[in-house]
């Protein structure tokens, strides 16, 4: 009676512990999922608020209506913001200068933008560089002498006068792209090729050697408006091209720490 007794206990002890064992990672389980999802709920928010900051510029500066492509616009805000966060830019700069070499030439394709009053300043006509194409530009160059456009993203510095007149100097940020930019004297200048009436005899603008030149008529607006340490991005179309100051997950993380702070603690 007693043995059998034992065995009644035995039997019980060994299934409490099975049930017991298999219920515990279940509940491990469930917790950590819990913290996954909340995670990720966390990053999908953080990302959508950071579109909407984004897009919330781009609406009220009626970016659209100049032709203005949003996916190119947030890359150029991600990139100032990144930019402002390595002190390549000062904290009041608030102007930021577009380039979309996506389209033709005939377009006008360079935007100066205020970020922090939402507005658009000007919308104009811009050349690239005899290397990289006709109408179109097709082809990017950081390479002296190679009379190519470079992409990417510059910071803008002191007014000179030249053999094209009054003209900008540019340094680039992104290595291997646009960094040898003061070597090539890749500056923002006037030039008469850049006209409607280029457009109408040549089906497109004229060229420079590399520069982001502009209409003369328009060139002094330009220069004063975005001199003296602001952002220019050249956009266009090279899957070779990346830069380290388009992070959007820094640009978030700036633009919504207390969001962030939360995320930290679910983790």
Same mark, same amino acid.
């Given at each position: &009676?007693?043995? /059998?007794?034992?065995?009644?206990?035995?039997?019980?002890?060994?299934?409490?512990?099975?049930?017991?064992?298999?219920?515990?990672?279940?509940?491990?389980?469930?917790?950590?999922? /819990?913290?996954? !999802?909340?995670?990720?709920? %966390?990053?999908?928010?953080?990302?959508?608020?950071?579109?909407?900051?984004?897009?919330?510029? #781009?609406?009220?500066?009626?970016?659209?209506?100049?032709?203005?492509?949003?996916?190119?616009?947030?890359?150029?805000?991600?990139?100032?913001?990144?930019?402002?966060?390595?002190?390549?830019?000062?904290?009041?700069?608030?102007?930021?200068?577009?380039?979309?070499?996506? @389209?033709?030439?005939?377009?006008? @394709?360079?935007?100066?933008?205020?970020?922090?009053?939402?507005?658009?300043?000007?919308?104009?006509?811009?050349?690239?560089?005899?290397?990289?194409?006709?109408? &179109?530009?097709?082809?990017?160059?950081?390479?002296?002498?190679? %009379?190519?456009?470079? *992409?990417?993203?510059?910071?803008?510095?002191?007014?000179?006068?030249?053999? %094209?007149?009054?003209?900008?100097?540019? +340094?680039?940020? +992104?290595?291997?792209?646009?960094?040898?930019? @003061?070597? @090539?004297?890749?500056?923002? %200048?006037?030039?008469?090729?850049?006209?409607?009436?280029?457009?109408?005899? *040549?089906?497109?603008?004229?060229?420079?050697?590399?520069?982001?030149?502009?209409?003369?008529?328009?060139?002094?607006?330009?220069?004063?408006?975005?001199?003296?340490?602001? &952002?220019?991005?050249?956009?266009? /179309?090279? /899957?070779?091209?990346?830069?380290? #100051? *388009? +992070?959007?997950?820094?640009?978030?993380?700036? *633009?919504?720490?207390? &969001?962030? !702070?939360?995320?930290?603690?679910?983790?």
């Amino acid at each position: &009676m007693r043995k /059998n007794f034992w065995w009644v206990i035995c039997a019980f002890l060994i299934v409490f512990s099975i049930g017991f064992i298999s219920w515990s990672p279940a509940a491990n389980g469930k917790t950590s999922a /819990n913290k996954v !999802a909340s995670t990720t709920k %966390h990053a999908a928010s953080l990302s959508e608020l950071y579109g909407q900051y984004v897009t919330d510029i #781009y609406n009220t500066a009626q970016l659209q209506l100049s032709g203005m492509d949003a996916f190119v616009f947030q890359k150029a805000i991600t990139g100032y913001i990144n930019l402002k966060l390595a002190h390549k830019l000062p904290e009041n700069s608030s102007v930021i200068t577009v380039v979309d070499f996506n @389209r033709s030439s005939r377009e006008k @394709r360079m935007w100066i933008i205020d970020v922090v009053a939402k507005k658009l300043l000007l919308n104009t006509w811009v050349s690239h560089g005899q290397g990289s194409g006709d109408d &179109m530009a097709t082809a990017f160059s950081n390479t002296e002498h190679s %009379h190519q456009s470079s *992409l990417g993203f510059y910071v803008t510095d002191d007014v000179y006068v030249g053999k %094209h007149g009054r003209s900008l100097k540019l +340094d680039g940020m +992104d290595l291997g792209f646009n960094s040898n930019a @003061r070597q @090539r004297a890749i500056v923002v %200048h006037a030039a008469d090729y850049v006209s409607q009436s280029s457009i109408n005899q *040549l089906g497109r603008l004229g060229r420079s050697h590399g520069c982001p030149a502009v209409s003369p008529e328009v060139c002094e607006t330009v220069i004063n408006t975005i001199k003296g340490k602001n &952002m220019l991005y050249i956009a266009g /179309n090279d /899957n070779r091209y990346s830069s380290k #100051y *388009l +992070d959007e997950n820094v640009a978030e993380q700036f *633009l919504f720490p207390a &969001m962030q !702070a939360d995320t930290a603690q679910v983790l």
